[in-house]
């Protein structure tokens, strides 16, 4: 078996270029080149020293990374980072809320604070209606009686607010162990006061509509009833306008939403006040027919008339007491509570 004359490696015998180190093993005519000295052909030799290869090197690209491999630290950094996150927001949250180690006396300061606002709105509350009522009493201007409910209304705006700041003033505290009892009581406490100041604001602007229809309708019928009239065109004249306003009346009650508990009584109110409408109708024929048996009928209608009126305001000025002891009730209440704080 033949060998390269450069590099000793086995050739084939027909081999012209050595498959090792790529040396040209025959001449140009064909013939064999000579083996390596020391080498003859069939007879394996040592292995040769090659001299270095001359020309420009190839650069070889390094192996790609491994992907997966890289990415394997990735996913446990970024959940760390996420309850990281998630700690620094419920920290965040504890500390803007103001209650986390709040003390007692940071407790009392605060809270007596926000009570002791919301308390003298209820205060001036009392004394306003108190005054409202003694003023209401007799009264038979309906200007003046609309007048008081709508202040009575606009002083339970104002505490209705002052309850609202002072309650989501305590919702954003956390209170120290030995005050947690006392601010639940706190925060049904302004719940209850919520409620019932947004009742009473309802009940007073019910009540308005129907004095003020009740004492503006007793002022005409008496005008009616005590007027000079001279003539009878003056006579039908008055009672055209006084049917008017009694038919007009009632289509504004109609149309008026009693708060919950008062169903009933607007019904009765409604059906009472419809019964001025037959009255007048006697009236009218007693004057045209010269009639005294429709004149006595008119006279009994109308003293019914006046009787079931009377029952029903006496009704809606007991539910007004009722409404005003509420109220003062929950100032009371509230005094209480403020001493329970201060005594903490």
């Not at 070889?60 to 700690?87: D, E, S, T």
């Not at 229809?213 to 002022?219: E, S």
């Not at 049917?243 to 009650?253: A, F, G, H, N, T």
Request: with cysteine; charged share 25%; proline share 6%.
């Amino acid at each position: 078996m033949p060998f390269c004359p450069h590099c000793g490696r086995e050739v084939g015998e027909e081999a012209t270029y050595c498959a090792r180190c790529g040396s040209r093993l025959r001449e140009a005519g064909g013939e064999r080149m000579p083996s390596v000295a020391g080498g003859t052909e069939g007879e394996p030799r040592a292995e040769a020293t090659l001299p270095p290869v001359e020309g420009p090197r190839v650069p070889v690209a390094p192996p790609p990374a491994c992907k997966v491999a890289r990415r394997r630290w990735v996913y446990p950094v970024v959940g760390g980072m996420v309850i990281l996150l998630a700690a620094a927001a419920v920290l965040l949250a504890l500390f803007l809320a103001g209650g986390r180690g709040m003390s007692l006396q940071e407790y009392k300061e605060r809270a007596g604070n926000l009570h002791g606002e919301a308390g003298e709105s209820l205060a001036e509350l009392g004394l306003e209606m108190e005054e409202i009522a003694g003023s209401l009493s007799g009264s038979e201007d309906p200007e003046q009686i609309e007048d008081a409910l709508a202040e009575m209304e606009g002083l339970l705006d104002e505490c209705l607010a002052a309850v609202r700041e002072a309650r989501n003033g305590l919702q954003g505290m956390r209170p120290p162990k030995e005050a947690e009892s006392l601010h639940r009581e706190f925060l049904d406490f302004y719940g209850e006061c919520e409620l019932a100041f947004a009742e009473a604001g309802l009940f007073f602007t019910y009540s308005r509509e129907l004095i003020s229809a009740m004492v503006g309708g007793y002022a005409k019928l008496t005008r009616f009833l005590t007027g000079d009239m001279a003539t009878e065109e003056d006579i039908y004249r008055a009672m055209g306008a006084l049917e008017e306003y009694y038919s007009d009346s009632l289509k504004e009650l109609q149309a008026v939403q009693p708060p919950g508990g008062l169903e009933d009584f607007h019904r009765r109110f409604l059906e009472t006040w419809n019964g001025i409408s037959p009255v007048i109708a006697d009236l009218r024929m007693a004057l045209a027919n010269q009639d005294p048996a429709k004149l006595a009928s008119a006279e009994s209608g109308l003293e019914r008339w006046q009787s079931g009126m009377s029952l029903l305001a006496g009704e809606l000025e007991s539910r007004f007491d009722e409404v005003s002891d509420e109220l003062m009730n929950l100032g009371e209440k509230g005094a209480d509570l403020e001493g329970e704080l201060m005594a903490l």
